[in-house]
């Protein structure tokens, strides 16, 4: 009896997603692209960058959470950085993404939940925002928040996330390693018809290109054909969009957020999220109709801030030269594909709403494959 109760317990969380053995694709010595990987491997290897998330397992039927990615220490609002935003395909919320591509400045902690917790995020940052010390005189905040659907898992309409949630992922953030899969705002993700959620990864340019590191963070929730290091394995598999009657819908959404050192402005990091996009693209993502597929590209580089209250009418600042973007180019595309590779990885099976369930990316099914197109 105390056998039986066990092995239902062990069953149960599987199915929660807590149970299941996981390893990442470099420890397996998979390496995807050519340029190297930061200490951490994550967002976190720009300095600065924090990353907090809350994820909120309830019952049978909540699977859902938020992740916070603080973009520098200090007041954000007072000192902002430059970014920039690019729409792969515009089926999404992404809230206050006009005022970036219009001032091409980021003022906010940017903040990944589900579709209709948005505006509960927005309502953290502004209180976030007003609290902080030295903004007793703002007036107006540019809350900027992402979201996929994760209504498959989640009870998505009993909205859950509350704004007590956003705030705790803003106040755990660190610049530690971050978790991966599902977890925060990747909690009850799906991605190419298995588990989705929060990945990761980084890339350190070496010194003579100029030493910067561009780092990603994703939440994964999007259809397509997978590929993994160009290895076709969706079709190895047999499970990809439209192969059958249960995966013609390859609706879902990504997010991806980019950070960098390199002193880049607004246009140049809105060409430098053109090729964040180009990374999903390598996976075998396909920016469905239904797919809100978005990139979020700012730069941490110090002499490059912009003053909310300036103390001259000229900003002084260098800015990198468009000869030397192409490096920078190559690991946002090497960085987005690992992340998105790596939330698959991370990623444990789960069920949810409604009885569904989807499961994890069959390791054991992968690694043969990957052998067998010698990338192991």
């Known amino acids: 009896m105390q056998r039986c109760f066990f092995c239902a317990l ?30 951490l491997n994550a967002i976190t290897d720009v300095p600065g960058v924090k990353v907090g998330q809350e994820t909120i397992i309830k019952g049978d039927s909540i699977r859902t959470g938020v992740t916070a990615i603080i973009p520098q220490p200090g007041n954000i609002f007072q000192m902002k950085l430059p970014a920039a935003i690019f729409s792969g395909n515009g089926f999404g919320k992404l809230a206050g993404s006009t005022q970036v591509d219009e001032l091409g400045n980021l003022e906010t902690p940017i903040i990944l939940t589900n579709t209709l917790s948005v505006a509960a995020a927005m309502e953290a940052i502004v209180d976030y925002t007003l609290f902080q010390p030295g903004n007793e005189n703002v007036r107006s905040v540019n809350a900027l928040v992402g979201e996929t659907n994760d209504s498959y898992l989640n009870d998505i309409r009993g909205r859950h996330v509350t704004k007590s949630d956003v705030l705790r992922a803003i106040q755990k953030a660190s610049e530690g390693p971050v978790s991966q899969g599902n977890v925060g705002a990747g909690t009850g993700t799906v991605c190419f018809g298995f588990k989705g959620g929060i990945g990761t990864s980084s ?16 939440q994964t929730n999007f259809g397509g054909v997978l590929q993994i290091d160009g290895v076709p394995v969706g079709e190895e598999l047999g499970k990809f969009s439209f192969s059958d009657k249960l995966l013609n819908n390859a609706d879902g959404s990504c997010m991806m957020v980019v950070a960098t050192d390199a002193p880049l402005d607004a246009r140049n990091l809105e060409r430098l999220a053109k090729r964040a996009f180009m990374g999903m693209a390598k996976t075998g993502g396909i920016a469905s109709n239904g797919s809100g597929d978005y990139v979020i590209a700012f730069s941490t580089a110090a002499p490059i801030r912009i003053p ?15 000869d030397f973007t192409s490096q920078l180019f190559m690991a946002a595309i090497e960085a987005t594909e690992e992340a998105i590779i790596n939330s698959l990885f991370a990623a444990t099976s789960m069920s949810g709403r409604s009885g569904n369930f989807v499961e994890a990316l069959p390791l054991d099914k992968v690694v043969p494959i990957l052998k067998k197109y010698k990338r192991l």
């Not at 470099?26 to 692209?33: A, Q």
């Open 10 to 39: 062990l069953l149960l969380a599987s199915l929660c997603g807590f149970s299941q053995e996981r390893v990442l694709p470099r420890t397996l010595g998979l390496r995807m692209g050519v340029l190297s990987a930061g200490k």
């Open 203 to 218: 890339r350190k340019l070496p010194q003579g290109l100029g030493g910067y590191t561009v780092g990603v963070l994703t």
């Open 308 to 322: 909310h209250q300036p103390q001259s009418p000229l900003l002084k600042a260098e800015y990198l030269h468009n």
